[in-house]
């Protein structure tokens, strides 16, 4: 398998436009994971699927972020309208299961929001 | 509640000296831990991880830790640093219904020459 895909590795965006970050997950993975990584904040959990349903999305900073799973292999995580202080790395990750088995991380996302 | 406290923001070691990356945890179930790496501008890989088996865990790369209940810790440690060890290193503690899962500060680690 070739783990996590995440897509793009770098955006680069004007304030106000919207942002669609994308993710495939291993296949065979119930899980999946969406984080962001801030110098300020360091790594946070925005959201997580089982079996493509949002589980928990009580770490999603506001109504301007959306996050989907239509199906086992595809997610994406939305920033309509996007704001500069959005700019940090976004990880989706994805697990077998949750008890006792680590997740496997995708490369990330760069976004800078200018 | 379930919280992680990774103890150093950054610490530097000699090539060839032995490293310790302190990590505390407070859990109300019986957690899961895991140690992660990051090497600058990759994602995160796994080093190791603690399931209620051995409590002492050996990973990749020559890191070990060790799981203390009564100390609440699972400091990450390695004989000998090399230079390739450069990087930060994240704790992660795991427990609950839904296996919340949390994410220490990280620890960046410097290995000078």
New interface residues.
Partial sequence: DAG?IQSPRHEVTEMGQEVTLRCKPISGHDYL?WYRQTMMR??E?LIYFNNNVP??DSGMPEDRFSAKMPNASFSTLKIQPSEPRDSAVY?C?SSPS???T???????TRLTVV | AQSVTQLDSHVSVSEGTPVLLRCNYSSSYSPSLFWYVQHPNKGLQLLLKYTSAATLVKGINGFEAEFKKSETSFHLTKPSAHMSDAAEYFCVVSSGGYQKVTFGTGTKLQVIP
Avoid: K
Avoid at chain 1, 102 to 108: K, N, S, V
């Fill in positions: 996590v994971f360091g790594l959990l589980i928990d990880f990750a949750l008890r006792g680590e997740a496997f991380f995708g490369q990330g």
